[in-house]
């Protein structure tokens, strides 16, 4: 650690934290996919971006604050959520025994249509959600809290307690996890199956929508951004385990942690390395990831 001081050194704990907490809104929808419905959604990251969209225009053509536009991104992604589970999943479903398989082609299908969707509305350029408190930020000692993460993560913090809760604490949540557990059992019980996947693709998509404006409030966005954050998503519910709320916030925690010590200690170009590394080497001795739902 030569070179770097103790304040430095806090100061990539801390920004870790609150990145990884971010990340961890951004990933919760994906687990629940996975694992519920046994869908790898390759179109989560590029719908989260959306979502951001959606938050920067509201900023800039109405002035919302960003955290205000959230009561559009949520119930609009929502709806998304159940078209395409209606319209692109379950049309998939009837026709092949093999659905992960299937909705890693349709997934990654809709994720180009709507990335060029995005490029030809939004073109190419960067945009950045520019609020009263970017730039700004709370001082503890020596360490610098910048507003725009700390209100990023508090948003993750409620948003992803919120879920837990839901899962854990309300019929249709109870539902969603006995699915997850053993459909053919869940359907003997009178479960819904409809009604619960349409719920469970709903409910992934607003929190997608949450975490896009999350990322937004935090990094300049364009259409191809979210090739970016999938890597982390994957990387989250591998390491979390599928299905697991505990596990992506852990999870989440502990990527965020990863960079942001990385960053501070060897170059950009190899914290990728030092990352997946580490990931590799905790799944041989945990193969399915740190908590099970």
């Not at 053509?61 to 078209?83: D, E, K, Q, R, T």
């Not at 945009?127 to 508090?154: C, E």
Request: net charge positive; proline share 3%.
């Amino acid at each position: 650690m030569e070179g770097l001081s103790l304040n430095q050194f806090i100061q990539s704990i801390v920004s870790g934290l609150l990145l990884g907490g971010t990340f961890a809104v951004l990933a919760v929808g994906f687990s629940l996919i996975l694992g519920i419905a046994r869908v790898v959604n390759l179109a989560h990251p590029v719908l989260a971006l959306v979502g951001a969209y959606i938050t920067y225009w509201l900023l800039e053509l109405y002035g919302w604050n960003p955290l205000f536009s959230l009561v559009l991104v949520i119930p609009a992604l929502f709806l998304l959520g159940i078209i395409i589970e209606r319209t692109v999943i379950r049309t998939a479903a009837k026709r092949t025994r093999d659905l992960t398989a299937a909705s890693l082609v349709l997934t990654f299908g809709v994720t180009i249509v709507v990335e060029n969707l995005l490029l030809s509305i939004c073109k190419a350029t960067p945009r950045l959600v520019s609020t009263s408190y970017s730039g700004k930020s709370i001082f503890l000692g020596g360490i610098a809290l910048p507003m725009n993460f700390l209100v990023s993560f508090a948003v993750a913090v409620v948003t992803v307690t919120a879920v837990y809760f839901f899962l854990h604490h309300t019929f249709l949540g109870k539902a969603a996890r006995a699915v997850w557990q053993d459909r053919d059992g869940a359907v003997l019980m009178g479960i819904n199956i409809s009604r619960v996947m349409a719920f469970t693709y709903g409910l992934s998509f607003a929190t997608a929508g949450i975490g896009g404006t999350c990322m937004s409030l935090m990094y300049s966005i364009e259409p191809s951004t979210h090739w970016a954050w999938i890597t982390f998503v994957f990387a989250i519910v591998i390491v979390g385990g599928v299905g697991s709320i505990m596990g992506t916030a852990v999870a989440s925690l502990l990527i965020g942690l990863i960079i942001g010590v990385s960053s501070a200690l060897i170059p950009l170009t190899w914290i990728n390395l030092i990352l997946f590394g580490i990931i590799i080497a905790l799944l041989l001795v945990r193969p399915t990831g740190l908590f099970r739902q």
